[in-house]
């Protein structure tokens, strides 16, 4: 939808009363009276025009015929005023909402720092990639609040012409932000798989780096677009009043097509791990077990499809800085979420570490009967969080590509503990370290 169009849309509600041709710009008088041929109601009768939807449309062709962006936005106004119709105002919510789930994303984030404070795992590129992503989501906070004083959440109408272009460009910077935040926090997801599975055989790492790639290169792709999305790029926030020229690309096709590819990735980063889960020697319900914990990014691709519908609604509105609400909320709730997801693992190892007696008893059923005989080898099965991520340094993934002879993993590949048996099991000297180098027996994690 181009710029220019937006404002001339808006006028699709627009009602015209009697009395008003004193006030509205002079392009629209003509409308107010050309129209009553298409209405039962006496121009008298201001409440019953108010509420006459084909006078309404009438009085619409008309005004974007006759008048410019700025006059038709105006009469809009002026005509809302005297219909005693009520403006929409949603710039509180549009703060503290974003406000509120950035608090809670911060208890994660500090509680992911904390467990390397403390020991319990090593740093690594998911980290690292996770820590880009908060400071992008700080950027991308203040943007919306600071967009309070632009328009964001009220109607168009209400706005004057200097907030409309400073709201248009504000949401041209929101676009890139969100495009880069969201981008980090599936490398950081990606980055995770990498330390958990990356080792067991070469061609998952592979997938897995082409995930990487992949993601990277819709991110990157998007922001090229939307930096060349007009010509010139000043007029994607001057354009609007049809007055600077120049022209744009179909920006709805460009937004829709981000959320789209934004969601397959959402379903393929769901489907990884999966398909390693499934292939562990355990029983069906620690398999459960497992995927729940990696589970919960299904939350990210429903929050993901809920924003789908908010881009759409977006492309299609009559009054964007208002709609605009729903498209910032949406947004901020499926970053927060992706982060939150990102920083889950981690949680469990803080609280194992902190409140391990809340665990104890999930932890003694799990352990329960979780060892299945194959040949001379059995492997635990534990829960996820007893899973060390930091047993698969980055050499290990680049050197030991090899299985044994008998098709099993070499030792230093082993992603779970193993134990030997002949008629019973017996646990070797190897310390229980927590998936994310937290130990289960209160000692710190390893030297990797």
């Not at 990498?194 to 082409?210: D, H, M, N, S, Y």
Request: contains cysteine.
């Amino acid at each position: 939808m181009k710029p220019y169009l937006w404002a001339v849309s808006f006028l699709s509600c627009l009602t015209l009363v009697c009395g008003l041709y004193d006030d509205v710009p002079d392009c629209a008088l003509p409308c107010l009276f050309e129209p009553l041929d298409y209405t039962p109601c006496e121009f008298t009768n201001s409440t019953c025009l108010c509420g006459d939807m084909n006078y309404n449309m009438a009085v619409i062709h008309c005004v974007r015929v006759q008048c410019s962006v700025e006059q038709a936005l105006l009469t809009k106004n002026r005509t809302w005023q005297d219909c005693g119709f009520n403006y929409h105002d949603e710039s509180a919510t549009i703060s503290w909402v974003p406000i509120f789930l950035f608090g809670v994303v911060s208890i994660f984030f500090v509680g992911r720092l904390a467990t390397k404070w403390m020991g319990l795992s090593t740093w690594g590129w998911d980290d690292w990639t996770i820590v880009f992503a908060y400071v992008m989501m700080i950027a991308f906070l203040i943007a919306t609040v600071l967009g309070r004083r632009f328009g964001f959440g009220k109607d168009i109408w209400t706005l004057t012409v200097e907030q409309i272009t400073a709201f248009v460009k504000g949401f041209f910077a929101f676009e890139i932000m969100y495009f880069v935040t969201l981008a980090l926090i599936k490398a950081s997801i990606l980055f995770l798989y990498l330390r958990i599975f990356g080792a067991i055989t070469e061609t998952f790492c592979r997938v897995l780096w082409g995930t990487h790639i992949f993601n990277v290169a819709v991110c990157v792709t998007f922001i090229v677009v939307n930096l060349n999305q007009c010509k010139p790029l000043s007029y994607f926030w001057y354009g609007w009043d049809g007055k600077y020229p120049g022209y744009c690309i179909n920006l709805s096709a460009m937004t829709l097509w981000h959320a789209v590819l934004n969601i397959a990735i959402d379903v393929w980063m769901l489907v990884l791990p999966a398909t390693q889960i499934y292939k562990l020697n355990l029983q069906k319900r620690q398999k459960a077990g497992i995927m729940m914990m990696f589970g919960v990014g299904i939350f990210i691709t429903i929050v993901s499809a809920i924003r789908l519908r908010s881009v759409s609604v977006f492309n299609k509105s009559w009054n964007p800085t208002y709609d605009f609400f729903g498209l910032a909320l949406w947004s901020h709730i499926e970053l927060c979420v992706g982060m939150i997801v990102a920083c889950m693992p981690a949680a469990r190892s803080l609280a194992r570490r902190l409140f391990p007696e809340l665990l104890y008893v999930a932890n003694m059923s799990t352990r329960r009967g979780s060892t299945r005989a194959s040949g001379n080898v059995k492997i635990v099965s534990q829960d996820i969080a007893t899973i060390n991520v930091d047993d698969f340094p980055e050499s290990s993934m680049a050197n030991s590509r090899q299985k044994d002879s008998v098709g099993t993993l070499t030792p230093d590949r082993v992603p779970l503990r193993r134990l030997t048996t002949s008629d019973s099991l017996e646990v070797t000297s190897e310390p229980a370290f927590s998936m994310f180098g937290g130990s289960n027996r209160g000692s710190k994690g390893n030297g990797w």
